[in-house]
């Protein structure tokens, strides 16, 4: 008889119960916890180009609003599952936790390969996902953002939309919004810089600095901002990856120039790519950066793309995760062992909610604030939650993510033994 499979959420729940060892809470938290409140699974149907009516499945979850409306981005993409949308959605509960952010965890996806369709399909697929979800959503119950594939202009029809279902504009329904449209300035790049604030805040602890050898894997939002970001700081960019391939110099790549090549020509694998990285840049397969020479590996994909067999290939010191989840639990282990530091996804790149949280607070306030003001804030709660982390992992001797995750728990925790639990009504 063959073993059930273990879900991504079953994996994910490991860490609550991890967390939990090192805190004193109550029994009702973890069972508060250990469950998402609600998750809506539709079939969106729309009609294609050719006149063709297409369905594609779609979820919402609402892990937990504990902490206030839930939060979470929306991706689109043609492997999406509901498992994989509430372990997003339990990682954005933490994940805001950590930021103390007045918000719970959410998360949405579409099962679909947006390549496949056409601008005018996208929007009315778009525009069907908020029909479908309007429920659920709103700017004091359930806020989306952008997450893979999805971008400012699907947020804009989305906000739109949900402004038409109930008469109303309604900008905070939604973050990541063009600017035009009440979107933040400083939202574009705030999950890297919220990571480049965190290495540059910790880089003595960390022992890295300016001239250390980085290598990023995928080349979308998070992994083209990084690589600027680090660039412009002194540190050489020696690899890049998105899924055609992975571009290698030791002496460093051309940001700049592949940062246009890939909005040109689509995919780093294109020989013009390799072109604008430099003369010395080699092209390998895309699975090739997990093992690249470095000190500071940047994953900034997928999930799951370091797991049991290459985490040993992995030679950098430091992770800085601005994907979310991309190490699997077995290869988290094996790296914590070989004492490599993981900088974890609930703290690495939890600058673009904490910048989403601007976005929606100035849209509640009607009152918008200027870029410096952005990132003063963001750099703030970046340095001020990650010292914190740092320091609790000294403390305890465990890792980052434990202790990001004790940090978290800590405040659900609090939120919810403030509704009385069971030693208090049974005192
Ligand atoms: P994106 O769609 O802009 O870019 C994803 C990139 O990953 C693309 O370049 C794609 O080619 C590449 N990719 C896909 N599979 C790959 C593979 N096997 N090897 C190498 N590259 C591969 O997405 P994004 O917004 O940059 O998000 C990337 C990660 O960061 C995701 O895990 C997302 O959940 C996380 N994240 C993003 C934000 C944000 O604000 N954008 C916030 C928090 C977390």
Known sequence: MSATPVSMLDHALTRLDEAA?????????LEKLRFPRETMQVRLMIRMDDGSRKSFMAWRCRYDDTRGPTKGGIRFHPDATADEVETLAFWMTFKCAVMNLPYGGGKGAIRVDPHALSKAELERLSRAYMQAFSRVVGPDRDIPAPDVYTNAMI????????????????????TGKPIALGGSLGREDATARGGYYLVRRLATELGVKPGARVAIQGFGNAGQHIARLMAGDGYRIVAISDSHGCLHAPDGLDVTALIGAKAQHGSLAAPEAAAAAGSQARLLPAEALIGIDCDILVPAAMEDLIHRDNAGEVKAKLVLELANGPITPEADA????????????????????????????????????????VHARLKASMETEGLAIWQRARDSRISMRSAAYVHALARLAQAIEAHGTQKFFTA
């Open 21 to 29: 060892r090192h805190l004193q809470i109550d029994g009702d938290v």
């Open 155 to 174: 947020m804009g029809w989305m906000a739109d939309e949900y402004s038409s279902i109930v008469g109303a504009t309604t900008p905070a329904v939604i």
């Open 334 to 373: 094996m790296l914590e062992k070989r004492g490599v530091v993981v900088l974890p996804d609930i703290l690495a790149n939890a600058g673009g909610v904490t910048v989403s949280y601007f976005e929606w607070v100035q849209n509640r306030q009607g009152y918008y604030w200027t870029v410096e003001e």
